[in-house]
Structures are given as structure tokens and as C-alpha cells.
């Protein structure tokens, strides 16, 4: 239910069940975040979180004057137990005190009447304290260059688009410079996210790793994993094989989560030919992974991928997706949805990520059919397998050169069955489709 106020005032007549809800709603919040430091032993626990959360509550009810009375008396109870863990020699609990704040913060929002805020809150807080190792230890191993790259999105991101101008620029009008730079931050996003997801879990496995280091950058992925097989001499084309399979599949789910962001319309004609993609993809995996003998398991590579962000990679994809979101509209008003498809294929040799989002970006704006924009996200990420499959054949490792080639086939071939069939079912569901 929408967050909504109702406040309560002392000279006003309380309706029963709305209070039981708030405060019934105020007690699970506390005792969600209390059981979390219960379970560390800590000395404020499930039943002080508990009673924390319904004195917020209570002072949200009452009124703003009595929540704040509320919040200070809590911040009290901080002191006091503060000054009791370092008598006992423990240290301060400044992370316990900070969450009985918003705890009791999260109480005067229950007793105003909100209901998702709170709960969204308190779930937040519970996973920043639950997850203490884990986020210790990840900013533990950061460097100075990771560091740099968050700071040099997060710049990108809040101080330069607001300067951009808003709307259409240009003598044609086919650029919107706002929603470029929006492409451009959510594609680095992407990989900024994928890149921390590979940093936390990549070494566990080839396959994991092959999955979230294509979901960063596929041909990375395929090249290091090539080079593998040339330095064992073909003790490892299985996993390769694997590997390599999976980083293929999220190279198709990335391009498939940019137009579902984009253009929704666009993936609904594309959808069965990426859908078919993954499909056949990873039924191959399956199958080798049942046909693999049983034997050691092979060292898992480590996988060595760029930095997260930089400014040479915004620049690329900023560039690429100008000149294929020109191009590419400039080509479909001269030549039709041919002229586009070739700037597609084009695009998939420089980065198909960027030539999906240009074709998104000229459905989204109504200077391309929503079908036609699939079609060209297809077309550019069949290129991008193609293109991948050339770092392959360089192994010139037989057995490794000869599986890919007949997988990757088979992907394209569920791709082109895919847009086939697109032909057949969505006029069916859009009678204005072509």
C-alpha cells in the first residue's frame, strides 16, 4: 500500500485498528533489525530494538514535538551505552547507536501512517549490519584506480548531465544530448555493477566468472579464456568451452536488459529470437557439462578485465553511440530499415552495447519502428558473437575452434528463427507491427 499520513492528535478520537496496524508494523521492523544484533551479541538486542521502534511509533503518533522527544531520548540511550561498553572495555558501539537512531526514526514514520518507507528502510539497515564482513572486506581490497572510477561516474552521472542541454539539438534534430548521456552512464553502469559482481565472485568458478565477465565486457572474456587454452596446450577446452558459451549469453542478456530499459517496444518484437539465444545457449552448456568426463577440476583462471570506468571508455561508448545513433537514422530515412541494418552489423564489430542503445534510442524517439529497432539489437549482437569468434580461431586449437564454431552457428540460427518467427506472431499481438 502508498505511503499516506494520518496524523494523530491528542484531542482527536484514535481509530483502533488503524493504531494496532502502525504499531504492529513499527514492533516487526525493530525486531527484524533487534534479531540481527541478538545474533552478534550485542548488548542493545532484539527486545531494546523492539521497544526502540514502538517509542518512535508512540512519538508519531502523538505528534512532531513528541517524536522529536522521542529521538532525543534515544540518543541518550546511546550515550549511556556508549559510555558503558567502553567502561567494560569493549569499544564504542557507534554502529549500534547509528541504527538505534534510525530505528527510532523509522518508528515516527510507521506511527505517521508510512508504510513502505520504514519497511524499505529497516530492510537496508538490517543488510548494511548483516553484511559487515562482506562489505569490509570488499572495500578492503579496493584500489586507488577502482576508487577513482566510482568517483568519475558518480561525476559524470550528477554534475555534468544537468549542464547538458534538454530536448533535440542539431540541424536534423536526431540527437538528444540528456538522453545520450543517460545511455551512455547506463551502459557504464552496467558494467560498473557486473564489474564489482565479478570482483566478488569471479574466482569461484570458470563458469561464474565467464558469466559476469562477459556481462563487463564478452570479448575480454573470450580472449582471456582463449589464451588459457593456448597455455595448457588443450587441457582446458572444456571449461573454456563453457566459459566462453556463458559469456556469450550474458553479452545477449545485457543487450536484452538495454532495450527492455530503453525500449520496451523493441524488445517485445525481439524477444523471441534473444529468448531462443539464451535458450540454445544454455542447453549446450548442459550438454557438455553431462558429457564431461569425470576428472580433476582445472584451476579456475583468473580473469583479467579493465577497470570498472574510465574516462577513455565513456568516451568510446559516448562516440560510438552518436555515430551509430546518427548514422543509423540518417541511414533509415535514406536507404529504409536495410540502411539501418547494415549501420547495426557495423556497430556489433565496435560494441554492440552501443548499438543497441542507439537503436533503442531513435524507437524511444519515434524516428524508428520498435520491430525494426529489435531487429538492428539482434543483427548487432549476432556481430558481436562473430567478431568474438575470431579471438577463438586464433587458438587455432581444433577442438576447441570446432565446438564454438557449431554452438555459436546454432545460437544464430535460434536468433534467425527467432526474427522469423517475429514475422509470424507479432502482427498477430500488434495488428500496426510489420
Given at each position: 500500500?502508498?505511503?499516506?499520513?494520518?496524523?494523530?492528535?491528542?484531542?482527536?478520537?484514535?481509530?483502533?485498528?488503524?493504531?494496532?496496524?502502525?504499531?504492529?508494523?513499527?514492533?516487526?521492523?525493530?525486531?527484524?533489525?533487534?534479531?540481527?544484533?541478538?545474533?552478534?551479541?550485542k548488548e542493545a538486542g532484539l527486545r531494546t530494538f523492539g521497544f526502540i521502534c514502538l517509542l518512535g511509533a508512540l512519538g508519531g503518533l502523538l505528534g512532531m514535538p513528541v517524536a522529536l522527544l522521542c529521538l532525543a531520548l534515544v540518543g541518550v540511550l546511546a550515550v549511556l551505552l556508549n559510555v558503558?561498553?567502553?567502561?567494560?572495555?569493549?569499544?564504542?558501539?557507534?554502529?549500534?547507536?547509528?541504527?538505534?537512531?534510525?530505528?527510532?526514526?523509522?518508528g515516527v514514520l510507521c506511527g505517521q501512517g508510512h508504510t513502505i518507507s520504514p519497511a524499505a528502510v529497516m530492510v537496508l539497515a538490517t543488510a548494511l549490519l548483516a553484511w559487515k564482513e562482506r562489505l569490509a572486506g570488499f572495500s578492503a581490497g579496493l584500489t586507488e584506480s577502482e576508487m577513482r572510477?566510482?568517483?568519475?561516474?558518480?561525476?559524470?552521472?550528477?554534475?555534468?548531465?544537468?549542464?547538458?542541454?534538454?530536448?533535440?539539438?542539431?540541424?536534423?534534430?536526431?540527437?538528444?544530448?540528456?538522453?545520450?548521456?543517460?545511455?551512455?552512464?547506463?551502459?557504464?553502469?552496467?558494467?560498473?555493477?557486473?564489474?564489482?559482481?565479478?570482483?566478488?565472485?569471479?574466482?569461484?568458478?570458470?563458469?561464474?566468472?565467464?558469466?559476469?565477465?562477459?556481462?563487463?565486457?564478452?570479448?575480454?572474456?573470450?580472449?582471456?579464456?582463449?589464451?588459457?587454452?593456448?597455455?595448457?596446450?588443450?587441457?582446458?577446452?572444456?571449461?573454456?568451452?563453457?566459459?566462453?558459451?556463458?559469456?556469450?549469453?550474458?553479452?545477449?542478456?545485457?543487450?536484452?536488459?538495454?532495450?527492455?530499459?530503453?525500449?520496451?517496444?523493441?524488445?517485445?518484437?525481439?524477444?523471441?529470437?534473444?529468448?531462443?539465444?539464451?535458450?540454445?545457449?544454455?542447453?549446450?552448456?548442459?550438454?557438455?557439462?553431462?558429457?564431461?568426463?569425470?576428472?580433476?577440476?582445472?584451476?579456475?583462471?583468473?580473469?583479467?578485465?579493465?577497470?570498472?570506468?574510465?574516462?577513455?571508455?565513456?568516451?568510446?561508448?559516448?562516440?560510438?553511440?552518436?555515430?551509430?545513433?546518427?548514422?543509423?537514422?540518417?541511414?533509415?530515412?535514406?536507404?529504409?530499415?536495410?540502411?539501418?541494418?547494415?549501420?547495426?552489423?557495423?556497430?556489433?564489430?565496435?560494441?554492440?552495447?552501443?548499438?543497441?542503445?542507439?537503436?533503442?534510442?531513435?524507437?524511444?524517439?519515434?524516428?524508428?519502428?520498435?520491430?525494426?529497432?529489435?531487429?538492428?539489437?539482434?543483427?548487432?549482437?549476432?556481430?558481436?558473437?562473430?567478431?568474438?569468434?575470431?579471438?577463438?580461431?586464433?587458438?587455432?586449437?581444433?577442438?576447441?575452434?570446432?565446438?564454438?564454431?557449431?554452438?555459436?552457428?546454432?545460437?544464430?540460427?535460434?536468433?534467425?528463427?527467432?526474427?522469423?518467427?517475429?514475422?509470424?506472431?507479432?502482427?498477430?499481438?500488434?495488428?500496426?507491427?510489420?
Amino acid at each position: 500500500m502508498p505511503d499516506k499520513t494520518i496524523p494523530m492528535t491528542t484531542g482527536a478520537e484514535w481509530p483502533y485498528l488503524e493504531i494496532l496496524v502502525r504499531l504492529a508494523l513499527s514492533l516487526a521492523l525493530g525486531l527484524l533489525i533487534g534479531l540481527e544484533r541478538e545474533r552478534r551479541g550485542k548488548e542493545a538486542g532484539l527486545r531494546t530494538f523492539g521497544f526502540i521502534c514502538l517509542l518512535g511509533a508512540l512519538g508519531g503518533l502523538l505528534g512532531m514535538p513528541v517524536a522529536l522527544l522521542c529521538l532525543a531520548l534515544v540518543g541518550v540511550l546511546a550515550v549511556l551505552l556508549n559510555v558503558q561498553t567502553l567502561r567494560a572495555g569493549q569499544g564504542a558501539e557507534l554502529t549500534t547507536s547509528a541504527a538505534m537512531l534510525v530505528t527510532c526514526l523509522a518508528g515516527v514514520l510507521c506511527g505517521q501512517g508510512h508504510t513502505i518507507s520504514p519497511a524499505a528502510v529497516m530492510v537496508l539497515a538490517t543488510a548494511l549490519l548483516a553484511w559487515k564482513e562482506r562489505l569490509a572486506g570488499f572495500s578492503a581490497g579496493l584500489t586507488e584506480s577502482e576508487m577513482r572510477s566510482a568517483l568519475l561516474l558518480a561525476i559524470l552521472a550528477i554534475v555534468i548531465y544537468p549542464a547538458l542541454p534538454a530536448g533535440a539539438v542539431g540541424p536534423w534534430h536526431l540527437v538528444e544530448p540528456r538522453a545520450a548521456w543517460v545511455t551512455v552512464i547506463l551502459i557504464a553502469g552496467i558494467g560498473f555493477v557486473n564489474y564489482i559482481l565479478w570482483k566478488l565472485y569471479g574466482t569461484r568458478g570458470t563458469e561464474l566468472s565467464g558469466f559476469l565477465g562477459g556481462l563487463v565486457n564478452s570479448n575480454f572474456t573470450v580472449i582471456e579464456m582463449a589464451s588459457r587454452v593456448v597455455a595448457t596446450r588443450g587441457a582446458y577446452v572444456g571449461t573454456a568451452y563453457r566459459g566462453i558459451l556463458l559469456a556469450t549469453t550474458a553479452m545477449v542478456v545485457r543487450n536484452a536488459g538495454l532495450l527492455l530499459i530503453l525500449a520496451p517496444l523493441a524488445l517485445l518484437g525481439a524477444s523471441g529470437a534473444f529468448a531462443l539465444m539464451m535458450l540454445a545457449s544454455a542447453v549446450l552448456v548442459l550438454w557438455s557439462y553431462r558429457r564431461a568426463t569425470r576428472g580433476p577440476v582445472p584451476d579456475v583462471p583468473e580473469i583479467k578485465l579493465d577497470l570498472p570506468f574510465s574516462l577513455p571508455l565513456a568516451l568510446k561508448y559516448g562516440v560510438v553511440f552518436l555515430v551509430l545513433h546518427i548514422v543509423g537514422g540518417l541511414t533509415q530515412r535514406q536507404f529504409g530499415d536495410a540502411g539501418f541494418y547494415f549501420v547495426s552489423v557495423v556497430g556489433g564489430l565496435m560494441s554492440s552495447a552501443s548499438a543497441v542503445a542507439a537503436a533503442a534510442a531513435l524507437a524511444s524517439q519515434g524516428s524508428l519502428l520498435a520491430t525494426t529497432a529489435g531487429t538492428g539489437a539482434v543483427l548487432a549482437s549476432l556481430t558481436s558473437i562473430a567478431f568474438s569468434m575470431s579471438f577463438v580461431l586464433r587458438t587455432r586449437e581444433r577442438s576447441l575452434t570446432t565446438k564454438l564454431c557449431t554452438a555459436m552457428l546454432c545460437i544464430a540460427v535460434a536468433g534467425a528463427i527467432g526474427l522469423a518467427g517475429r514475422h509470424l506472431v507479432l502482427p498477430l499481438i500488434l495488428p500496426s507491427a510489420g
